[in-house]
């Protein structure tokens, strides 16, 4: 399929695009790497070793291409503030941050679309206003407020559920317990947003032509919102769960430090902290890259879902 | 098979369809006919059990015996597609178009027949053919959007006559369509009432259709049947002063054209007026007002039937027209 091939190019343009501007930002900003590593006490020549020795001396486009290479064969450089390579903190830390992306992400589209579709269901009735009332709510909320007030609850009032931290995976339940109250700050926020746009393209669908074919057929009001209006309602849906990913991905760093996991989210915020250039330069890409596979993923959906589009792209 | 007694549907208390009464034997091609907004589409609804959920329904629906006017919306459900099945107006909005046509049509099979999906598919392919549509095993894999506009209307009336109904009520079918995709969909029809002995419910505000399908017509006004009786009949000598100005306002090639002289044609005739609001109807005969034969009392005073002749027609009307000089 041409198409396909087409997009994958784009994709690896944009990508390449992003680690230009990443490397860009991170080495206009100010501050020295060999001064923070080696503290305001260090000697004017033992900094200019160190930079030497970091590649610092060389010219912009020179670093950029040793970075660009080493990414290509997985080394994106050591890490100022561990002295351990990147891709070894990044694989130590990215079970727990997709873990708790992937758990938030299945469970806003399953709450969302279960919400959307019974809201819509009971259009203008009890049901519809009480889910509209919490999901309003649910937007207004910020997640780090939601989720001190979960700690409150459930960790310091009843004492069920750890208030943060991270027991590592050797005890199965135990990482699952303390990524509960993480996992429903993000998704509460997430789960409203999409809930209400479930619900909006239920309710436009459900006003055309085939749903009242499908009903004029027989078909009971399960089927019919199931298999005929849902399938159907689906592309906005699709299209907004695509850029909450990139909402989940900004949540997880602010929820990571709130409930101090140790994922990418908190590695990120001690690496600017320690302006410790390659890890964050790593993380910023990585995250992009996220997003960027994300919204192809999404157009490949589109197709999936759609056949009239199949059809125009081919 | 269907017995319609004092059908009434109103909205907010304004009555949209006014005790309709009329009957639906086994195999009868009955057309409904009138200007939009006159009730006739919402009675079909109202065949199914589908009058909108803010419409009050009123009056006797009876199917094969069984009191349906009230009955619940699960059984109402075992008789769509089984007793009674609709083809709609738009036949692309009509159909889903992220479905498959064999699904399509296999659907209600599946659930009402409790098929399985290879018999479901087969008999999805011989309803293709009986509905004239060449090539169905290709037809069945494709979606609605691949197919011209009539052969989506024939995919539709495929899924609708899918369960074997007894009656099959059209909406409009035709009016998307072009003039001759549109002669061939009304011939169709015709004959799947005759081969399935089905009865039909065909409803148009084109009065060529009506007569090419139905062998009886109901014409509606403002939610009153205001004149019954066989098709051809009513059309070569209407009682009602509406059903006179239908007949009359319809678009004719030859009124349309110059005659022969070159002078060009008298206009076509008009009902003065328009088609007021459900809210704004009179209580009387809902013609009043626009009728050029009203009496002062018309207004006030909805008119009961009268039965003309040896009782195949009816009119609804205070003064009828008197039976045209039909030449010999």
């Given at each position: 399929m041409p198409f396909l091939l087409r997009r994958l190019a784009g994709l690896v343009a944009t990508l390449t695009g992003i680690s230009l501007v990443v490397f860009a930002v991170m080495n206009v900003l100010p501050g020295d790497p060999a001064l923070t590593i080696l503290g305001l006490d260090s000697t004017e020549d033992a900094r200019a070793a160190l930079s030497a020795q970091l590649g610092l001396d060389q010219p912009v486009w020179a670093r950029y291409l040793d970075w660009l290479g080493g990414i290509l064969q997985s080394d994106f450089g050591t890490s100022y503030a561990y002295r351990v390579p990147v891709t070894e903190l990044i694989l130590e830390r990215l079970p727990l941050t997709l873990t708790l992306g992937l758990l938030a992400s299945i469970l806003t589209i399953a709450l969302a679309t279960a919400l959307g579709v019974f809201a819509a269901a009971r259009h203008g009735k009890a049901g519809d206003w009480v889910t509209m009332i919490l999901s309003q709510l649910g937007i207004a909320i910020p997640a780090f407020w939601l989720s001190i007030l979960l700690v409150l609850l459930f960790a310091v009032t009843l004492r069920v559920l750890p208030s943060g931290g991270f027991p590592g995976w050797a005890e199965p339940l135990e990482a699952l317990k303390s990524l509960v109250l993480p996992v429903t700050a993000l998704v509460l926020v997430q789960a409203s947003v999409l809930a209400r746009v479930t619900r909006a393209s239920v309710l436009e669908v459900a006003k055309l032509d085939y749903a009242r074919t499908a009903r004029a057929l027989g078909l009971s009001p399960r089927r019919v919102m199931w298999g005929h209006v849902l399938p159907n309602a689906l592309v906005p849906m699709v299209t907004v769960a695509g850029m909450q990913l990139a909402g989940l991905i900004t949540g997880t760093i602010v929820i990571e430090n709130v409930f101090f996991l140790p994922g990418l989210g908190r590695l990120m915020f001690q690496a600017i902290n320690n302006r410790d250039l390659y890890t964050v330069q790593a993380l910023v890409l990585l995250f992009a890259s996220i997003v960027v596979i994300v919204n192809f993923l999404v157009d490949m959906i589109y197709l999936l879902i759609d056949p009239r589009l199949r059809e125009g792209r081919s | 098979m269907y017995k319609i007694r004092n059908l009434s549907l109103s909205f907010d208390g304004h009555e949209?369809?006014?005790?309709a009464s009329f009957d639906i034997p086994r195999g009868a091609r009955l057309g409904l006919v009138g200007e939009?907004?006159?009730g006739k589409s919402i009675t079909a609804l109202a065949l199914l059990g589908m009058a909108p959920a803010s419409a009050r329904v009123s009056g006797s629906i009876e199917i094969d015996g069984q009191e349906m006017a009230a009955a619940p919306e699960r059984l109402w459900r075992s008789y769509r597609a089984r007793k009674v099945a609709m083809v709609f107006q738009e036949p692309l909005s009509a159909l889903?178009?992220?479905?498959?046509v064999g699904d399509i049509i296999a659907e209600p099979m599946r659930l009402h027949l409790r098929l399985d999906r290879r018999a479901a598919r087969a008999r999805a392919r011989d309803l293709l053919v009986e509905v004239g549509i060449p090539d169905p095993e290709a037809r069945?894999?494709?979606?609605?959007?691949?197919?011209?506009g009539g052969q989506r209307q024939r995919v539709l009336i495929a899924a609708a006559l899918s369960c074997d109904p007894q009656l099959l009520v059209a909406d409009e079918p035709t009016t998307a369509l072009d003039a001759h995709v549109a002669g061939r969909i009304l011939d169709l029809l015709k004959r799947l009432s005759e081969t399935r002995d089905m009865a039909l419910v065909f409803i148009s505000h084109d009065l060529e259709a009506v007569a090419r399908v139905t062998e009886e017509m109901l014409v509606m006004y403002g939610g009153d049947i205001v004149e019954r009786g066989p098709t051809a009949q009513l059309l070569a000598d209407p009682r009602h002063p509406y059903t006179k100005g239908l007949i009359e306002a319809r678009p004719r090639l030859d009124a349309l054209t110059l005659r022969a002289d070159g002078a060009p044609r008298p206009r076509l005739a008009s009902i003065p007026g328009s088609v007021p609001a459900l809210a704004d109807l009179p209580k009387g005969c809902r013609f009043a007002g626009r009728c050029?034969?009203?009496?002062?009392a018309c207004a006030g005073l909805r008119p009961a039937v009268s039965v003309l002749g040896p009782g195949q027609r009816q009119v609804r009307c205070l003064a009828p027209l008197l039976p045209a000089k039909v030449p010999a």
């Amino acid at each position: 399929m041409p198409f396909l091939l087409r997009r994958l190019a784009g994709l690896v343009a944009t990508l390449t695009g992003i680690s230009l501007v990443v490397f860009a930002v991170m080495n206009v900003l100010p501050g020295d790497p060999a001064l923070t590593i080696l503290g305001l006490d260090s000697t004017e020549d033992a900094r200019a070793a160190l930079s030497a020795q970091l590649g610092l001396d060389q010219p912009v486009w020179a670093r950029y291409l040793d970075w660009l290479g080493g990414i290509l064969q997985s080394d994106f450089g050591t890490s100022y503030a561990y002295r351990v390579p990147v891709t070894e903190l990044i694989l130590e830390r990215l079970p727990l941050t997709l873990t708790l992306g992937l758990l938030a992400s299945i469970l806003t589209i399953a709450l969302a679309t279960a919400l959307g579709v019974f809201a819509a269901a009971r259009h203008g009735k009890a049901g519809d206003w009480v889910t509209m009332i919490l999901s309003q709510l649910g937007i207004a909320i910020p997640a780090f407020w939601l989720s001190i007030l979960l700690v409150l609850l459930f960790a310091v009032t009843l004492r069920v559920l750890p208030s943060g931290g991270f027991p590592g995976w050797a005890e199965p339940l135990e990482a699952l317990k303390s990524l509960v109250l993480p996992v429903t700050a993000l998704v509460l926020v997430q789960a409203s947003v999409l809930a209400r746009v479930t619900r909006a393209s239920v309710l436009e669908v459900a006003k055309l032509d085939y749903a009242r074919t499908a009903r004029a057929l027989g078909l009971s009001p399960r089927r019919v919102m199931w298999g005929h209006v849902l399938p159907n309602a689906l592309v906005p849906m699709v299209t907004v769960a695509g850029m909450q990913l990139a909402g989940l991905i900004t949540g997880t760093i602010v929820i990571e430090n709130v409930f101090f996991l140790p994922g990418l989210g908190r590695l990120m915020f001690q690496a600017i902290n320690n302006r410790d250039l390659y890890t964050v330069q790593a993380l910023v890409l990585l995250f992009a890259s996220i997003v960027v596979i994300v919204n192809f993923l999404v157009d490949m959906i589109y197709l999936l879902i759609d056949p009239r589009l199949r059809e125009g792209r081919s | 098979m269907y017995k319609i007694r004092n059908l009434s549907l109103s909205f907010d208390g304004h009555e949209a369809v006014r005790s309709a009464s009329f009957d639906i034997p086994r195999g009868a091609r009955l057309g409904l006919v009138g200007e939009s907004g006159c009730g006739k589409s919402i009675t079909a609804l109202a065949l199914l059990g589908m009058a909108p959920a803010s419409a009050r329904v009123s009056g006797s629906i009876e199917i094969d015996g069984q009191e349906m006017a009230a009955a619940p919306e699960r059984l109402w459900r075992s008789y769509r597609a089984r007793k009674v099945a609709m083809v709609f107006q738009e036949p692309l909005s009509a159909l889903n178009p992220l479905k498959r046509v064999g699904d399509i049509i296999a659907e209600p099979m599946r659930l009402h027949l409790r098929l399985d999906r290879r018999a479901a598919r087969a008999r999805a392919r011989d309803l293709l053919v009986e509905v004239g549509i060449p090539d169905p095993e290709a037809r069945l894999d494709q979606y609605p959007h691949q197919l011209s506009g009539g052969q989506r209307q024939r995919v539709l009336i495929a899924a609708a006559l899918s369960c074997d109904p007894q009656l099959l009520v059209a909406d409009e079918p035709t009016t998307a369509l072009d003039a001759h995709v549109a002669g061939r969909i009304l011939d169709l029809l015709k004959r799947l009432s005759e081969t399935r002995d089905m009865a039909l419910v065909f409803i148009s505000h084109d009065l060529e259709a009506v007569a090419r399908v139905t062998e009886e017509m109901l014409v509606m006004y403002g939610g009153d049947i205001v004149e019954r009786g066989p098709t051809a009949q009513l059309l070569a000598d209407p009682r009602h002063p509406y059903t006179k100005g239908l007949i009359e306002a319809r678009p004719r090639l030859d009124a349309l054209t110059l005659r022969a002289d070159g002078a060009p044609r008298p206009r076509l005739a008009s009902i003065p007026g328009s088609v007021p609001a459900l809210a704004d109807l009179p209580k009387g005969c809902r013609f009043a007002g626009r009728c050029p034969i009203e009496r002062p009392a018309c207004a006030g005073l909805r008119p009961a039937v009268s039965v003309l002749g040896p009782g195949q027609r009816q009119v609804r009307c205070l003064a009828p027209l008197l039976p045209a000089k039909v030449p010999a």
